[in-house]
């Protein structure tokens, strides 16, 4: 607006020098207001898909009070079914697959059934064994979850996303540190040996090679490796254990 409002005081002898002289600068402006325009049109389209999406992830949602199932006689309702529906769904994402497409939502959803029936399972035979959380406890994880959003606004905004509430979260968080209670103490991690982690790691050497990209030298990932490999034993026994509860359980699926 300055440099027209210039060109109009001045008259026409600054008007021929800006056509013959300053005409680049003034095709540089043009295209730099382009770029612009057309870096503002991409980021609101961007917007609108992520808006789209996160709408047809809603629409997979069942009503809060909905009974998804009954495991012993336990019912899991419509929002703890959501709550680990979202995080599938964002898993997924991860991944790069979209999980609205219907081949996606029939197999987020099975996996999301499934994820809960076995957590209330393993949950139950903790309740059995007696293991317990203090309410210290609960507390302090909750804090610490906190602490990764910078205003409180921040962390109700992704409360709401991942489609929980207060309590929902404090009893996800008592459910997680008695899961891991029962984990620890029930399935402690295996011995790994240096033959299972030399296998592991040429596996991942090779995939490297193949991608192109830098492999780091065994001593740098050994330890990455061998917790890898714990926890993969850790839920190879887990599941185990979950099938051997589902023969002696009564499991209803209601959706």
């Not at 020098?17 to 680049?24: E, R, S, T, V, W």
């Not at 994402?93 to 081949?103: A, I, N, V, Y």
């Not at 499934?114 to 059995?128: I, N, R, W, Y």
């Not at 599941?239 to 509860?245: F, T």
């Amino acid at each position: 607006m300055k440099k027209m409002m210039f060109i109009l005081i001045t008259g026409l002898m600054v008007v021929v020098l800006a056509a013959c002289g300053g005409n680049d600068e003034s095709k540089e402006a043009k295209n730099d207001d382009k770029a612009k325009t057309a870096e503002t049109d991409q980021q609101k389209e961007i917007q609108k898909q992520m808006e789209e999406m996160q709408k047809k992830l809603e629409a997979q949602q069942i009503d809060e009070k909905k009974t998804v199932a009954i495991v012993n006689d336990k019912e899991i309702l419509g929002s703890d079914y959501n709550s680990a529906l979202a995080s599938a769904q964002g898993q997924m994402q991860q991944m790069g697959q979209d999980p609205t497409s219907k081949e996606a939502a029939e197999q987020v959803k099975k996996q999301t059934i499934d994820s809960l029936v076995g957590q209330t399972l393993l949950l139950q035979e903790a309740d059995k064994k007696s293991y317990k959380v203090s309410e210290a406890d609960i507390n302090k994880q909750l804090d610490e979850i906190k602490k990764q959003f910078k205003t409180e606004k921040e962390f109700e905004a992704a409360l709401k996303k991942s489609s929980m509430d207060m309590k929902t979260l404090e009893t996800q968080i008592a459910d997680d540190l008695i899961l891991k209670q029962f984990v620890e103490k029930e399935f402690p991690a295996s011995e790994i040996t240096d033959e299972e982690i030399q296998k592991t790691y040429d596996q991942y050497a090779e995939q490297g090679k193949k991608t192109g990209q830098e492999v780091p030298k065994l001593e740098e990932v050994k330890t990455q490796i061998e917790q890898s490999l714990q926890q993969q034993k850790q839920q190879e026994k887990l599941v185990q254990k979950v099938e051997k509860l589902k023969k002696n359980a009564k499991i209803e699926i209601k959706i």
